[in-house]
């Protein structure tokens, strides 16, 4: 597996842009169908190429605020890559998934969240994509894990993650104060991606 990963990496990083293209799509196919290879391989490509990027500086200036939102849209991918359609370009795809998170950040948390711990995100994202991007297409683990986790931690999760709520929206629904929706959000995250660490762990 090692081997068959390094060549694939070695393809992505050798090929041209318009050569990546077709290959991205490749990946993220395979990784909407279940691949766990596919799925870490495209993870890592995400952040290697700054895939994100382009959309994020069309709403976005400061590199903090980028950067905040790249941990967001890693996040997003590994949440939301079984809705890959095959007929649509992976980067096209990518670009909505990262201009939504991008406005999501301008509407409620550019100046009061994600700024305000910027280590939170990145290490995070970094975590994710290390140690959880193999296991996250398993939809059936991943909600094993997520019911796993502390109500309060789970709910503020779901509502941030699967429904996209910004954290004022999370706070209206679960009648909290802004920043105890903030702080359930990121212990749910990091709860999330430690217990999804043990159970690769255990599974390799």
Partial sequence: MDRSISARRRQL???SDDERAPLLNGLAREAADGSIDAAAELAWAVRRFRLAHPALRRYLLSDADIDAAEGQVLVAVAYRIGSFRSESKFTTWL???ASN????????EKRHSDRAEPGDAEEFAEQFVARVSSMVVDRTVVRIVIDELPPNHRNALLLREDSGLTYEEV???LEIPLSTAKTWVRRGRGELAERLSERLAGTG
Wanted: glycine share 6%; no cysteine.
């Fill in 13 to 15: 990083e050798a090929a």
């Fill in 95 to 97: 670009h909505q998934v």
């Fill in 101 to 108: 998170e991008a406005k999501m950040l301008i509407r409620g």
């Fill in 171 to 173: 706070a209206d629904q």
